[in-house]
Every structure is written in structure tokens, then in C-alpha cells.
């Protein structure tokens, strides 16, 4: 959560001032893409002030692109950067602005895996969770301290802060996110068998080394994840 509080942080005045906050949080879900995508794309490009991307064609693009393709809205742009880091993580901007790193895209055997990685990155943003997250985390320090004085940003925001601050993901969002992965992988001819077979040796990887990774460590424990896809 620290990653976010300190992106948030960085562009809360813009994103404010822009109004894109209210929007992403009040507005249809169309007003919403076009807002979250704002907000994202400010973040996003924080972010890669701070990581490297890594030069060597993956097949990231790609799986992403088939991904993509089946939502339903196709407001979305999404878009996913692979960066050079030697940790084992992926995470979502709000907007579509998925980020993997090397490392874990190249634990993934093939393509069906790794699409079950990026789907479930991708099912945070398009079901909300990126925004709440970040709303959660970023915006915390900023309405306690303009509380007393109701400035226009609390009176405008306030209805939200009680369910969003300090709120990451839950792990009935987690589940939810494998769930809508895994369906999303079968829309797009991905095999949604292999979600279970990358859980499953993550599992035994763990059993060897209690903590694969802060990624994997931030989710529900593995076994559960593997039993609430086995009975969907």
C-alpha cells in the first residue's frame, strides 16, 4: 500500500484540482473509464520515472492485447508495461495501466499462465478495485488534515472517505479477481486449466520457501485460492 500512498500523494493535487477524483468515484461507468484513465495515466507515468522497462520483446503485449479484446466495455485502453526488476510482482493502475515485472512473467511456463496473472490484474481495474485501493491509501492524510476546515475537496468527496480510506484490496476482491480472470481467460481461447496449474506449483514452491515473494505473500494463502477456483 505504500507504493500507492506515495504516488497518490505526488498527484493528489492535480488529480483534485482536475475533479478527475469525483468523477472516477460518482460517475457512470463510462465518466468513469475516461476519469480512471486520467488518473492512471498521471500515475503511470510517475511510475516509470522511478522503474526501468525492460528492452527485450515479451509475449506480454500480446496476451494482454487477447485479453483486452474480450471485455465487454471497450472504452478501456488497456496497456501493460513490463519492467527490469529482479522482484516477483504485477499491479494495476486505475485507468488500464497494468505493470509486470520480468521476473514473474517469466515464472509463467506459457502463455495460458501468464494470462491468468495479467487477467487478474486487469479484473482489479475494470471491477474498481485499483481505484478504491488508491482512494484508499492516497487521500488519508489529505482529507483528515482539511477536516476541521470542510474545504471544498471534503465537501465534495466526503460521502466516499469512510468506505474508501485505508481499504486495500479484501480478499473477497482477491477471489473475485481469480474468478473473473479465469472467466476472461476462456473468452479469449486462453487455457483456464493452467490458472490452477500455476497456483498449485506456487504452492509447492512455497512449502520449501514460506514466502515466494511480497506479491504472492499480499494475496490469500495459495491453497485457498486453488480451492475456490476448483469449485467455480
Same mark, same amino acid.
Given at each position: 500500500m505504500s507504493f500507492f500512498y506515495r504516488l497518490g500523494r505526488k498527484a493528489a493535487p492535480h488529480l483534485l484540482r482536475a475533479k478527475w477524483w469525483y468523477t472516477a468515484l460518482a460517475g457512470d461507468e463510462d465518466e468513469r473509464i475516461k476519469a480512471e484513465f486520467n488518473i492512471g495515466m498521471l500515475l503511470a507515468q510517475q511510475n516509470l520515472e522511478e522503474l526501468t522497462v525492460y528492452p527485450e520483446a515479451t509475449p506480454v503485449p500480446v496476451v494482454m492485447a487477447r485479453l483486452a479484446d474480450r471485455l465487454v466495455n471497450k472504452n478501456w485502453a488497456v496497456s501493460c508495461t513490463?519492467?527490469?526488476?529482479?522482484?516477483?510482482?504485477?499491479?494495476?493502475?486505475?485507468?488500464?495501466?497494468?505493470?509486470?515485472?520480468?521476473?514473474?512473467?517469466?515464472?509463467?511456463?506459457?502463455d495460458d499462465e501468464l494470462a491468468f496473472v495479467l487477467g487478474h490484474e486487469l479484473a482489479h481495474v475494470v471491477k474498481g478495485h485499483a481505484m478504491q485501493r488508491l482512494a484508499a491509501s492516497s487521500t488519508a492524510g489529505i482529507f483528515q488534515k482539511s477536516a476541521a476546515r470542510r474545504t471544498p475537496v471534503i465537501q465534495l468527496l466526503g460521502p466516499f472517505i469512510g468506505n474508501l480510506l485505508e481499504k486495500g484490496y479484501q480478499e473477497d476482491q482477491e477471489f473475485d479477481a481469480d474468478a473473473y480472470a479465469v472467466r476472461l481467460m476462456k473468452s479469449a481461447r486462453f487455457d483456464s486449466r &493452467? /490458472?490452477?496449474?500455476? $497456483?498449485?506449483?506456487?504452492?509447492?514452491?512455497e512449502r520449501d520457501?514460506?514466502?515466494?515473494?511480497?506479491?504472492? &505473500? /499480499?494475496?490469500?494463502? $495459495?491453497?485457498?485460492?486453488?480451492?475456490?477456483?476448483?469449485?467455480?
Amino acid at each position: 500500500m505504500s507504493f500507492f500512498y506515495r504516488l497518490g500523494r505526488k498527484a493528489a493535487p492535480h488529480l483534485l484540482r482536475a475533479k478527475w477524483w469525483y468523477t472516477a468515484l460518482a460517475g457512470d461507468e463510462d465518466e468513469r473509464i475516461k476519469a480512471e484513465f486520467n488518473i492512471g495515466m498521471l500515475l503511470a507515468q510517475q511510475n516509470l520515472e522511478e522503474l526501468t522497462v525492460y528492452p527485450e520483446a515479451t509475449p506480454v503485449p500480446v496476451v494482454m492485447a487477447r485479453l483486452a479484446d474480450r471485455l465487454v466495455n471497450k472504452n478501456w485502453a488497456v496497456s501493460c508495461t513490463v519492467t527490469d526488476s529482479s522482484h516477483q510482482h504485477a499491479f494495476a493502475l486505475p485507468g488500464g495501466f497494468v505493470f509486470i515485472s520480468y521476473t514473474l512473467a517469466q515464472m509463467c511456463r506459457n502463455d495460458d499462465e501468464l494470462a491468468f496473472v495479467l487477467g487478474h490484474e486487469l479484473a482489479h481495474v475494470v471491477k474498481g478495485h485499483a481505484m478504491q485501493r488508491l482512494a484508499a491509501s492516497s487521500t488519508a492524510g489529505i482529507f483528515q488534515k482539511s477536516a476541521a476546515r470542510r474545504t471544498p475537496v471534503i465537501q465534495l468527496l466526503g460521502p466516499f472517505i469512510g468506505n474508501l480510506l485505508e481499504k486495500g484490496y479484501q480478499e473477497d476482491q482477491e477471489f473475485d479477481a481469480d474468478a473473473y480472470a479465469v472467466r476472461l481467460m476462456k473468452s479469449a481461447r486462453f487455457d483456464s486449466r &493452467a /490458472a490452477v496449474a500455476l $497456483l498449485k506449483r506456487l504452492h509447492e514452491v512455497e512449502r520449501d520457501l514460506p514466502i515466494i515473494s511480497p506479491y504472492f &505473500a /499480499a494475496h490469500p494463502p $495459495l491453497e485457498d485460492r486453488i480451492r475456490a477456483l476448483q469449485q467455480t
